[in-house]
């Protein structure tokens, strides 16, 4: 009955040892996930690129945001996809995005909250 057990434990970790590993992603690899409501400042609908102006809170001045706009990027209005170059200048957003290497952002969803015409 041992040896059974034993060899029976053996399987199990030699099978443990063949399975593939999935290994946590190095710190540097994790980006926090920011959010800012605001009012877009400027389009580039041919650069896939866009700027939001948005007052901070801590020092009630006006800052921008650059944001590049991936292809795979969720935009909305009224809780439905629209597409990038269905935005406007002046339309409020929240904008949810992060932070590259070099300062500017990358958005990842942004709901626009201005109201239809």
Do not use: H
Request: with cysteine; aromatic share 8%.
């Amino acid at each position: 009955m041992t040896k059974i057990i034993v060899m029976l434990l053996a399987a199990i970790l030699g099978l443990g040892a063949a399975a593939p590993c999935y290994c946590q992603q190095g710190r540097e690899d994790l980006r926090e996930v920011k959010v800012v409501d605001g009012t877009i400042f400027d389009l580039d609908w041919a650069g896939s690129k866009m700027t939001v102006k948005w007052l901070n809170g801590y020092d009630n001045s006006y800052r921008e945001l650059a944001l590049n706009v991936p292809d795979n990027a969720v935009i909305r209005k009224g809780g439905k996809e629209i597409d990038f170059s269905e935005l406007q200048i002046n339309d409020t957003v929240t904008v949810r995005y992060y932070e590259d290497p070099d300062g500017t952002g990358t958005l990842l969803i942004l709901e626009d909250t201005a109201s239809s015409p």
